[in-house]
Every structure is written in C-alpha cells, then in structure tokens.
C-alpha cells in the first residue's frame, strides 16, 4: 500500500509538469467512457434494471398468435375481450390476469381543451401488478360496473403538470369529454404501464363487449403463481386456447396464446439496436486506449533511461510496472470524472432523439449501476492503456536503454515497432466503425428512396377527436368533421384538405376480414385481413395517391 501511494503522489507530479500531454490523454479517455456511459445507462435502464414492481420478474405479458393466412408475419396480435374472460377463467398458472386498452379524452374546464391519453382496465389491474396510489384509493368494484365508471387515477406526471401537485386533489373533479370525473387517487411515479397513460380509468364491459371475440382491442398482463414456469403457463394457455378454437371456430380458428416476460416484451424492439450501439462505443473506447497508450509510450520513452537506472539500482520488474500504471490509472480516473459529464449531457440528447424508440416506461438516469460502471470501466481502461507501454519499457534490454544519446539502438526500434502496431490497431478500429456507419447511411438513404405511394411534401397535419357524450350520432360526428374541413379548406393558401381516421405509416387504424365476390365463401378466421382506413373525399389528391383504376369517392 505504501508503495501504491508513493506511485500515485509521483504521477501526480510526473502529470502535473506535463499538462499539455495530461489534458490530451484526459480528453481522449473522456470521450470514450463518456460514450461507453450514456450508451450503458440506456441498456441499464432497457434491459438491466429491474421493473419498479413487487417480483418483476412474475409479470408476464400475453398477446394472441393469430393464423398466418390471413396474418403473414405477424407474430403477435391484440386480445379480444371473450377469449380473455375464458383465459382468466380457466387458468391456474396466474394468482391474477387483468386487461387494458387506450382510451382518448378531451379535457376541458382547465383552460384551452386538452386531448389526454387514458388507460381503461379491469379491475385487477393495480393489484396485479402490486403498486397501490400514492395518493388516495385504487377503483372499488362498483366504479367497474356498465354506468358507473365515473372516477379516475391521475399519473404522477398529470399530477405535476395539472393540478401543480396539490395534496388536495383526491376527491375534486375534472371533466373528461364534456363528462365529470371523481379523481379517486394519483399514482406514484415509478407507475409508467402503460407508457403513454396520463391517466387510468375503471372499464365497464357491457354483457354485448364481453361476448366480443372477432375484434382485438386489448392487452393483457399476468402475474405468475409462485413455482410456475412459463412454459408451464404457455402449455396451459395453449391448450385453453385449442379448446377455444374447436368450441368457437368461426372467430377463434387459428389463433393461439403467446406468453412473454413483461420486461422482455417491452424491449424487444430495442435490444438489438441498443446492443449494437453498446459494441460501437467500445470499439470507439479501445480506439481511445491505443491513443493513450500511443502518447504513454512516446511520453515514457522520453524516461526510458530513467527507468533502466532505476532497474540496475535494483528496482523489480513488478515495481516498474506499477509506477507507470499508477500514471495511466490517473489520467483514467480523471477521464472518467469528465466522462460522466459527457454522458449527462449525452442521456439528455438520447432521451430526446430516442424518445420514439425506447419504451416510455424507461427512466435513463446515472444511478448506482451506471457509476459503479464508470468507476471499473475507468480503472481497466487505465491499466489497458498503459500494460502495452509498461511491459515494453519493463521488459526491454536496459543496456541497450543506457545507450540513449549514442545513436539508434534495438530498443529504441523495438518502441517504434509497438507504436506502429497500436496505430495499426487504430486505424482497423475505425475502418471498422467507417463501414459499419456507411452501411448504416446507405440503409438510411434506401429507406429514404422507397415510394411509399403518397408525397408528403408540404402536407400538415391535425389530430382531433369529438366525445360520444356530444355527438351521439354518427350523422352529428359526420356533420361536425364536415364543418372542420371546410373550415380548414378555407383558409389562405390551403390547396386541398381530406381527413383519414389513422394517418399512413402510423401503425394505427383497422384491420378487418374480407370475402370477395365470386370466390367460395370462407370461415371468418380463415378470410384475409387488409388494413382498413376511413376517409373523405379529397384525401387522396391531398396525398397525391394516384387512383390506378375507377375515380376517387364522391361526396
């Protein structure tokens, strides 16, 4: 220990005469680690940290497999509301099951109207997954019933941004599309499911939405029995689900029951990519150790005499090792201190570019993990970057290092061989990364290149959504989307106007079964699905969608 701190109080002062080269090794280590951070902390946050709940990993997820005729390649595919009924029912492998779907809500009496995103679910929903509010109560049983679910749970956020986080605010109202809600409680902040949920209300079945199995609106979430696997669970949903199919084959022939991890299902598009991004930085980060060690080796070289007397003076291989180490573990350290700002302002910038990629449930914050990480990954790459430099100058003939001042010597070749193998290490580093971006901006650049059959040139958008409450009817929602448009049609330098209920390539809208004239009649789980959109007159010569055959819809 005494001679670990002799090390470091002797290159402290070695790097403190050498400030040029200090600061440029720290800003290289800097932005490695700081890379290497800012990625970590998201994989943390997607794929480490564990779920904010009570035995995360019990929480699983179930998703319909509907029949690939009608649905090639599409794995997974929302649940209907019978079929969840007779899973939840018949199963044992759960201790509970409770579904969820999106709701939209018009906010008003606070201000300018507001569109909020709202969870409906059934009744088991909090309880499954074990977080009670942090203010106030969960739903009662009689709030879940056709005609009286007129209460809410406020999301943290909605909390905060609403009602300024009044402690007051358990047992006021707040009216949602032209109807008053009873605030019945607000969630705590880790309650993030479903991501996008401001808010959660009570579902209320009617005994006709209960029998529904043809149409697939919702998701479901379990919580495993202690002891079961989920294999065991899958097996028995499995086999419900083919007792289903033969008990209701028009609806449920081809379909099937698909079990997953929560915490794996809400990363499964993001794993890969993020994985990548993790192998990219590190490779960015060996390119930053081989700079260092470059600049170590040049620096140390300058000593090497220095360190061939120390040696005839009777100074172990060990000793000399840890002497330069001690140096490179300083310019690491501080390297890493720096870093970790880098990768402060690095997870705010990822946040905001990834917002639409990372699963909203995720929070990227440097955490304990995060700096534990930082702190090792801080201390190797101080010994990585300088075990090259020190076992060159360690190991090498110190006669030849006494020669210094009397012409080239072996030893002297022998350093500009090893600098010239860490520059060879460089530069196939980043040939590497140089091909794997290229790849990248050209997959960009054919993805940018694809027709997707309408020009979005100059074409904005508006979202809008009438309450039931207001406009019961069809005919009065038609008659009000007809004034929008007209309104919108009117104004200056406005060349055309349609509405659509989904906008394309949003993943959105309908998808519905379809049999064709002349062709034999099909079951309805056999007939194909196609995507299905609403949309008015003018839509398509607003989106230049050329009509191939026939003419556009009249009014």
Same mark, same amino acid.
């Given at each position: 220990?005494?001679?670990?701190?002799?090390?470091?109080?002797?290159?402290?002062?070695?790097?403190? &005469?050498? +400030?040029?080269?200090? $600061?440029?090794?720290?800003?290289?280590?800097?932005?490695?680690?700081?890379?290497?951070?800012?990625? @970590?902390?998201?994989?943390?946050?997607?794929?480490? %940290?564990?779920?904010?709940?009570?035995?995360?990993?019990?929480?699983? %997820?179930?998703?319909? !497999?509907?029949?690939?005729?009608?649905?090639?390649?599409?794995?997974?595919? $929302?649940?209907?509301?019978?079929?969840?009924?007779?899973?939840? &029912?018949?199963?044992?492998?759960?201790?509970?099951?409770?579904?969820? =779907?999106?709701?939209?809500?018009?906010?008003?009496?606070?201000?300018?109207?507001?569109?909020?995103?709202? /969870?409906?679910?059934?009744?088991? @929903? @909090? =309880?499954?997954?074990?977080?009670?509010?942090?203010?106030?109560?969960?739903?009662?049983?009689?709030?879940?019933?056709?005609?009286?679910?007129?209460?809410?749970?406020? =999301?943290?956020?909605?909390?905060?941004?609403?009602?300024?986080?009044?402690?007051?605010?358990? #047992?006021?109202?707040?009216?949602?599309?032209?109807?008053?809600?009873?605030?019945?409680?607000?969630?705590?902040?880790?309650?993030?499911?479903?991501?996008?949920?401001?808010?959660?209300?009570?579902?209320?079945? !009617?005994?006709?939405?209960?029998?529904?199995?043809?149409?697939?609106?919702?998701?479901?979430?379990?919580?495993? &029995?202690?002891?079961?696997?989920?294999?065991?669970?899958?097996?028995?949903?499995?086999?419900?689900?083919? %007792?289903?199919?033969?008990?209701?084959?028009?609806?449920?022939?081809?379909?099937?029951?698909?079990?997953?991890?929560?915490?794996?299902?809400?990363?499964?598009?993001?794993?890969?990519?993020?994985?990548?991004?993790? #192998?990219?930085?590190?490779?960015?980060?060996?390119?930053?150790?081989?700079?260092?060690?470059?600049?170590?080796?040049?620096?140390?070289?300058?000593?090497? &005499?220095?360190? *061939?007397?120390?040696?005839?003076? #009777?100074?172990?291989?060990?000793?000399?090792?840890?002497?330069?180490? $001690?140096?490179?573990?300083?310019?690491?350290? *501080?390297?890493?201190?720096?870093?970790?700002?880098?990768?402060?302002?690095?997870?705010? @910038?990822?946040?905001?570019?990834? *917002?639409?990629?990372?699963?909203?449930?995720?929070?990227?914050?440097?955490?304990?993990?995060?700096?534990?990480?930082?702190?090792?990954?801080?201390?190797? !790459?101080?010994?990585? $970057?300088?075990?090259?430099?020190?076992?060159?100058?360690?190991?090498?003939?110190?006669?030849?290092?006494?020669?210094?001042?009397?012409?080239?010597?072996?030893?002297?070749?022998?350093?500009?061989?090893?600098?010239?193998?860490?520059?060879?290490?460089?530069?196939?580093?980043?040939?590497?990364?140089?091909?794997?971006?290229?790849?990248?901006?050209?997959?960009?650049?054919?993805?940018?290149?694809?027709?997707?059959?309408?020009?979005?040139? =100059?074409? /904005?958008?508006?979202?809008?959504?009438?309450?039931?409450?207001?406009?019961?009817?069809?005919?009065?929602? /038609?008659?009000?989307?007809?004034?929008?448009?007209?309104?919108?049609?009117?104004?200056?330098?406005?060349?055309?106007?349609?509405?659509?209920?989904?906008?394309?390539?949003?993943?959105?809208?309908?998808?519905? +079964?379809?049999?064709?004239?002349?062709? +034999?009649?099909?079951?309805?789980?056999?007939?194909?699905?196609?995507?299905?959109?609403?949309?008015?007159? #003018?839509?398509?010569?607003?989106?230049?969608?050329?009509?191939?055959?026939?003419?556009?819809?009249?009014?």
């Amino acid at each position: 220990m005494r001679n670990s701190l002799q090390d470091l109080r002797h290159g402290t002062r070695s790097l403190r &005469k050498n +400030p040029g080269f200090t $600061a440029i090794a720290v800003v290289v280590l800097a932005l490695g680690i700081g890379a290497n951070t800012a990625i @970590f902390s998201v994989v943390n946050a997607a794929l480490l %940290r564990p779920l904010p709940f009570p035995e995360p990993d019990r929480l699983m %997820r179930i998703w319909h !497999t509907p029949p690939q005729k009608s649905f090639p390649g599409i794995p997974t595919f $929302a649940i209907s509301a019978a079929n969840y009924e007779d899973w939840e &029912k018949q199963s044992h492998s759960f201790d509970s099951m409770t579904i969820y =779907s999106g709701k939209t809500f018009n906010l008003t009496g606070a201000g300018e109207p507001e569109r909020v995103l709202a /969870a409906t679910m059934s009744p088991q @929903f @909090f =309880s499954t997954l074990r977080v009670k509010p942090l203010l106030g109560r969960d739903f009662t049983p009689e709030e879940h019933l056709t005609g009286h679910g007129d209460a809410v749970m406020l =999301s943290y956020g909605f909390w905060n941004s609403h009602f300024g986080g009044a402690a007051n605010v358990v #047992g006021t109202t707040v009216k949602l599309n032209e109807k008053t809600y009873l605030i019945a409680g607000v969630m705590p902040k880790e309650m993030r499911l479903p991501g996008w949920a401001q808010l959660w209300t009570p579902m209320a079945w !009617t005994d006709q939405e209960r029998a529904v199995r043809g149409e697939h609106h919702y998701s479901a979430i379990a919580r495993l &029995k202690a002891g079961v696997t989920v294999r065991e669970a899958q097996a028995e949903l499995s086999t419900i689900s083919s %007792r289903l199919e033969q008990q209701y084959p028009e609806d449920d022939k081809g379909w099937g029951a698909l079990i997953l991890p929560l915490q794996q299902d809400m990363v499964s598009d993001v794993r890969t990519a993020l994985m990548v991004l993790l #192998g990219a930085v590190a490779a960015v980060l060996l390119i930053a150790c081989s700079n260092v060690a470059n600049l170590v080796m040049a620096k140390t070289f300058e000593r090497r &005499k220095e360190i *061939a007397i120390r040696s005839a003076l #009777g100074a172990s291989r060990s000793r000399l090792l840890s002497r330069i180490l $001690a140096e490179t573990s300083l310019i690491a350290v *501080a390297g890493g201190a720096l870093g970790l700002i880098v990768a402060f302002f690095g997870n705010r @910038f990822m946040s905001a570019y990834l *917002a639409n990629q990372l699963p909203k449930q995720m929070q990227v914050e440097l955490d304990f993990r995060v700096l534990l990480f930082t702190l090792i990954i801080s201390i190797l !790459t101080g010994i990585l $970057a300088g075990l090259v430099p020190a076992l060159r100058l360690s190991g090498g003939d110190m006669n030849d290092a006494l020669k210094q001042g009397l012409g080239r010597t072996d030893y002297a070749a022998g350093g500009t061989k090893t600098r010239n193998a860490l520059v060879v290490c460089e530069v196939a580093l980043s040939l590497l990364l140089l091909v794997a971006a290229g790849l990248m901006i050209r997959t960009l650049g054919n993805l940018h290149s694809v027709d997707p059959g309408f020009d979005a040139q =100059s074409v /904005a958008t508006l979202s809008i959504s009438v309450p039931g409450t207001k406009f019961p009817t069809p005919e009065q929602q /038609a008659s009000f989307y007809n004034r929008v448009l007209e309104g919108v049609r009117a104004l200056p330098g406005m060349q055309s106007a349609g509405l659509i209920d989904d906008l394309p390539m949003a993943g959105g809208g309908s998808h519905q +079964p379809i049999a064709i004239e002349g062709q +034999p009649a099909l079951p309805l789980s056999e007939q194909p699905e196609v995507d299905v959109r609403n949309i008015t007159p #003018g839509f398509t010569s607003t989106m230049r969608v050329p009509v191939l055959r026939g003419r556009d819809f009249s009014e």
